[in-house]
């Protein structure tokens, strides 16, 4: 328990420093030299998912010949030189920069790693689960706090507050993470997981998830202030979209690992999805109907961003489990980049709209191929 909670709040403390950004950037952008670009905005945006997307499976890697924990500690200061650098910066280009560096310190693959030397078998599953809701509780708390931060203290001061987050999960990593035998070097079998049908599903919906998702946040926030709320108000909408779509998330949680509606429960969350990216393109921009939106939205990705994980965990072959993590990790971190570099184009070239029908087309691909695949096997009781 010491070990999952405490690597799932470095997670956590990761991630947030990447959410917070997410909810204000792009209006924050148009006050900089170069921000009045939108390619440019949504490069900054998705700029750390390159570098962590060619890293994920070193870190993993080195981590497996020198320790979890010197590699873990390396990657979060990376992150916070990367942090800092954007703090620092005042045009787009240093901004981006930042964000390149920031992803260099992609130690998500070595934390998942340490997780599993730290726990049992038996236990595994619900420790990825802890950090796949530890994913959730961030991303919650960084919409809703992101713009009241913002407010207080402008972006460079949040990316300043970010990088501090990083060094704190320094300290945690170094003396309240339980110490692990050093573990032993095994070739990853990358081309078994890739053969896995099941997983690679898993993987093109991680991709799409977070594609989508960054797509979505460089529209959002524009819409927002277009509509009459400044970014000082925003989480008077973000407040009780996330509340309530944590609420409603339990029973289909629950629904899924302890009833074995896990197929079912995933497709209805990615249909969640769908539904509000068309609504978000076809719909008028009312405070209220973006909200409702929202809602509807941001349900499918909680239950989602809560439950693929685990079940990469559930269906990875044998003792592939790292390496299935490790690609899973890649894919997100594609998709991560493909959401605000694409979305930024289609914004620049094509409107707001076309970024939403965009991201409706990838989802509707998404769903034919998740709709076809196998119910994970239900695990009974002795």
């Given amino acids: ?9 470095i997670f956590a403390l990761r991630m947030l420093g990447l959410f917070m950004i997410m909810p204000v950037f792009s ?53 916070a030189i990367g942090s800092f650098v954007a703090a620092v910066g005042h045009d787009i280009g240093w901004i981006i920069a930042g964000r390149v560096i920031q992803g260099m310190g992609a130690v998500s693959s ?58 704190l999960a320094v300290g945690v990593v170094l003396w309240i993470v339980p ?36 797509a979505l946040f460089l529209v959002v926030p524009r819409i927002l202030v277009a509509g009459g709320l400044p970014v000082a108000s925003h989480w008077m909408v973000y407040l009780p979209v996330m509340g309530i779509s944590f ?3 339990v029973p289909a949680i629950i629904a899924a690992e302890k009833r074995g509606h896990m197929k079912s429960v995933l497709v209805s969350a990615v249909a969640l999805i769908l539904i509000g990216q068309l609504l978000l393109g076809a719909g008028p921009h009312t405070i209220l109907m973006v909200a409702g939106v929202l809602l509807i939205y941001f349900l499918g990705f909680n239950i989602l961003e809560a439950s693929q994980p685990s079940l990469v965990s559930k269906l990875a072959p044998g003792t592939r489990k790292g390496a299935a993590v490790g690609v899973y990790n890649t894919t997100q971190s594609i998709g991560l980049a493909l959401g605000g570099m694409l979305g930024g184009w289609l914004l620049k070239f094509a409107g707001q709209s076309a970024v939403f029908f965009a991201c409706s087309a990838l989802v509707f691909c998404w769903l034919i191929v998740a709709a076809n695949m196998k119910a994970p096997p239900v695990r009974h009781r002795a």
Wanted: glycine share 10%; aromatic share 8%; no cysteine.
């Fill in 247 to 249: 609420v409603l998330m």
């Fill in 110 to 167: 070595a934390v998942l790693a340490f997780i599993a030397d730290l726990t049992s078998e038996e236990h595994r599953t619900k420790a990825m689960a802890m950090v796949g809701g530890s994913i959730g509780l961030s991303f919650a708390v960084a919409i809703v706090g992101a713009p009241i931060v913002f407010h207080w203290i402008g972006m460079n001061g949040l990316f300043a507050v970010v990088g501090v987050l990083s060094v």
């Fill in 179 to 214: 110490d692990a035998p050093k573990p032993v070097h095994v070739r990853a079998p990358f081309a078994e997981v890739l053969h896995n049908v099941e997983l690679l599903r898993l993987n093109f919906g991680v991709l799409v998830l977070h594609a989508t998702q960054t």
């Fill in 27 to 79: 209006v924050y952008a148009k006050t900089i030299p170069g921000g009045d670009n939108v390619l440019l905005v949504g490069i900054a945006l998705g700029a750390y998912g390159v570098t962590q997307s060619l890293l994920y499976i070193f870190y993993g890697w080195i981590s497996d010949k020198v320790g979890r924990k010197p590699v873990i500690a390396t990657g979060l200061l990376i992150f």
């Fill in 1 to 9: 328990m010491r070990a999952t909670v405490s690597l799932a709040a």
